[in-house]
């Protein structure tokens, strides 16, 4: 069976996934103050960056339009898949079952599924990949929506921030805490939660220290690692994930770790400096 899966910019793409057309990006778009950029090809990171930093506005961002998901979908494909980043984060999966919907509409007997990753970044490459591995497996259709969404439910996120300043500038943390935490260096350790929101689950003075939490956290939480895929996504900052992964190597016997940069949405999310682990 023919297939395609479509991934909203968020998720990553490895540089086999950009060469194979089986894989869609659907871009998201991002404003920081009379700037629109797209969430694709064109994007720079280092020119984003800059402009987060010299505006006192918190950047913002649109999903993909029902309508550009349900020309995505369209084509030869007999299975359609569709990977977004957490519902309760943006706009991208509520957009992406609308454009099932009309998509439907002309072709009601197309076998289509919309997979809600609760996470973003790497944890939506992670998931288009156990998509791919299903089918080429010649799993069929209805098994293999069932065991990705179990693969989601059993999968977890963890990030570090260098910086608070975008959490400070859309409101999830205060002016005086977002001060404090500069002033003493502390760095949050945070984590997704099973619905997909974002929780805090420890915090250090410094980032070598939090890395340090977090890679402890990673390794004990865990289970059975040597079947698990590991991947770790960075916001210009590859050295310090090269460490990340090294530390984990040195805890974990994996099936396999990749590292990856930092696409637009999620530099956004992870600001210059984070890292992004999801296994």
Same mark, same amino acid.
């Given at each position: 069976?023919?297939?395609?899966?479509?991934?909203?910019?968020?998720?990553?793409?490895? !540089?086999?996934?950009?060469?194979? %057309?089986? #894989?869609?990006?659907?871009?998201?778009?991002?404003?920081?103050?009379?700037?629109?950029?797209?969430?694709?090809?064109?994007?720079?990171?280092?020119? #984003?960056?800059?402009? @987060?930093? $010299?505006?006192?506005?918190?950047?913002?961002?649109?999903?993909?339009?029902?309508? #550009?998901?349900?020309?995505?979908?369209?084509?030869? $494909?007999? &299975?359609?898949?569709?990977?977004?980043?957490?519902?309760?984060?943006? *706009?991208?999966?509520?957009?992406?079952?609308? =454009?099932?919907?009309?998509?439907?509409?002309?072709? %009601?007997?197309?076998?289509?599924?919309?997979?809600?990753? +609760?996470?973003?970044?790497? =944890?939506?490459?992670?998931?288009?990949? +156990?998509?791919?591995?299903?089918?080429?497996?010649?799993?069929?259709?209805?098994?293999?929506?069932?065991?990705?969404?179990?693969?989601?439910?059993?999968?977890?996120?963890? #990030?570090?921030?260098?910086?608070?300043?975008?959490?400070?500038?859309?409101?999830?943390?205060?002016?005086?805490?977002?001060?404090?935490?500069?002033?003493?260096?502390?760095? %949050? @350790?945070?984590?997704?939660? %099973? !619905? *997909?929101?974002?929780?805090?689950?420890?915090?250090?003075? =410094?980032?070598?220290?939090?890395?340090? /939490?977090? @890679?402890?956290?990673?390794?004990?939480?865990?289970?059975?690692?040597?079947?698990?895929?590991?991947?770790?996504? &960075?916001?210009?900052?590859?050295?310090?994930?090269?460490?990340? /992964?090294?530390?984990?190597?040195?805890?974990?016997?994996? /099936?396999?770790?990749?590292?990856?940069?930092?696409?637009?949405?999620?530099?956004?999310? $992870?600001?210059?400096?984070?890292?992004?682990?999801?296994?």
């Amino acid at each position: 069976m023919s297939y395609i899966i479509v991934i909203d910019s968020c998720g990553e793409m490895t !540089e086999e996934m950009k060469k194979d %057309p089986r #894989f869609i990006s659907a871009p998201l778009s991002m404003q920081v103050d009379e700037y629109d950029i797209v969430d694709d090809a064109t994007f720079d990171q280092a020119d #984003f960056l800059k402009k @987060v930093a $010299a505006s006192p506005n918190s950047p913002k961002s649109a999903c993909p339009s029902p309508e #550009f998901y349900k020309t995505a979908y369209e084509g030869e $494909a007999d &299975h359609i898949y569709a990977v977004t980043l957490s519902a309760e984060l943006s *706009g991208s999966y509520n957009s992406a079952q609308l =454009g099932k919907a009309l998509f439907q509409e002309e072709n %009601p007997d197309k076998k289509i599924y919309i997979f809600n990753s +609760k996470s973003a970044s790497i =944890g939506e490459t992670l998931i288009a990949l +156990k998509i791919q591995e299903c089918e080429e497996a010649g799993m069929p259709f209805d098994t293999l929506v069932e065991t990705v969404e179990a693969y989601i439910a059993e999968q977890n996120t963890w #990030f570090v921030l260098e910086s608070l300043e975008t959490l400070r500038k859309n409101g999830r943390l205060s002016n005086l805490k977002a001060l404090a935490a500069s002033v003493l260096k502390i760095k %949050p @350790v945070m984590m997704a939660t %099973p !619905e *997909g929101n974002i929780a805090q689950l420890d915090q250090a003075r =410094g980032i070598n220290k939090a890395l340090v /939490k977090m @890679v402890s956290s990673i390794a004990e939480i865990t289970e059975h690692p040597e079947n698990k895929i590991l991947a770790i996504s &960075h916001c210009n900052c590859r050295d310090r994930a090269m460490l990340v /992964k090294e530390a984990l190597m040195e805890k974990m016997k994996l /099936k396999d770790i990749f590292v990856l940069d930092t696409a637009g949405i999620s530099s956004m999310y $992870a600001n210059d400096g984070g890292i992004i682990v999801v296994v």
